[in-house]
């Protein structure tokens, strides 16, 4: 799965890292859902605008529409089109009749309830894409209130720390995978996800080395900003250890 889209080579979370993404042969897309000041889900990573825009301050302090009169930092690729913050819609408009999995990553500060778990889920279900998403969060607040609102939809629990208890928290709150950092993930902890009936996506692998060692372990998904290169790597073949 891309990292905010093909990330490594083009903008993070923009629709030529998800279109780029997808012509390299991508599984999957992972992005980022948050919302606006005026309530609309847009593709963005951080909390505030600085390190992504030309602009700074909180994204949920601003608008749509002021929103969508910045542009994207381009690093520096000449004869690149210029990119907007993408809404969920946009994305959706676009990847609703491909064979594309789409991990979405609720950013909340905190798991606080601001309505985004409900939105995402309407939205989901409006254009039938319930079989193609995953969604995520670092928070189990936002998961326990995901599978509430809809028990059927895949999910998964972010940790930036594997460990047994947070899979058994997992487990325990109804979730199908769980999102571990891969610096974090041993065979112990693959094995102890197994037992538990969870699948494991993992992030972020960048590395030739690293993504060949990956494929073998037994895991779901690799979540890479490189889709290039892992699907090199497939393409060539691999033997299952
Ligand atoms: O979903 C995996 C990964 O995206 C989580 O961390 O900071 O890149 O959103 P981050
Ligand atoms: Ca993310």
């Not at 889209?5 to 999957?28: H, L, Q």
């Not at 542009?71 to 089109?81: F, P, R, T, V």
């Not at 670092?138 to 609102?149: A, T």
Request: charged share 30%; with cysteine.
């Amino acid at each position: 799965m891309a990292h905010r889209g093909f990330s490594g080579k083009y903008p993070e979370n923009t629709m030529i890292a998800f279109r780029k993404a997808y012509e390299v042969g991508a599984d999957g897309i992972e992005l980022d859902a948050q919302l606006t000041k005026d309530g609309t889900i847009v593709i963005f990573h951080d909390d505030t605008l600085e390190r992504l825009t030309s602009d700074k301050g909180q994204l949920t302090e601003w608008t749509l529409d002021e929103l969508k009169s910045l542009s994207i930092n381009s690093k520096d690729q000449e004869g690149l089109a210029e990119q907007k913050i993408p809404t969920l819609k946009e994305y959706f408009e676009w990847m609703q009749d491909k064979n594309l999995l789409t991990n979405i990553e609720l950013k909340t500060v905190n798991g606080n309830d601001i309505g985004l778990e409900k939105k995402v889920l309407k939205m989901i279900e409006e254009y039938g894409l319930e079989k193609q998403i995953i969604i995520s969060s670092f928070h189990k607040e936002n998961m326990i209130r995901v599978k509430k609102f809809n028990a059927t939809i895949q999910t998964g629990l972010l940790t930036s720390k594997c460990t047994k208890q947070i899979i058994q928290k997992a487990k325990e709150i109804g979730m199908d995978y769980i999102h571990p950092n891969a610096l974090s993930l041993n065979e112990e902890l693959i094995e102890y996800a197994d037992y538990y009936d969870l699948k494991i996506n993992t992030w972020t692998i960048n590395e030739k080395l690293d993504l060949e060692k990956a494929i073998n372990v037994g895991i779901n998904a690799i979540i890479t900003d490189f889709p290039d290169r892992l699907k090199e790597i497939q393409d060539k073949g691999y033997v299952e250890m």
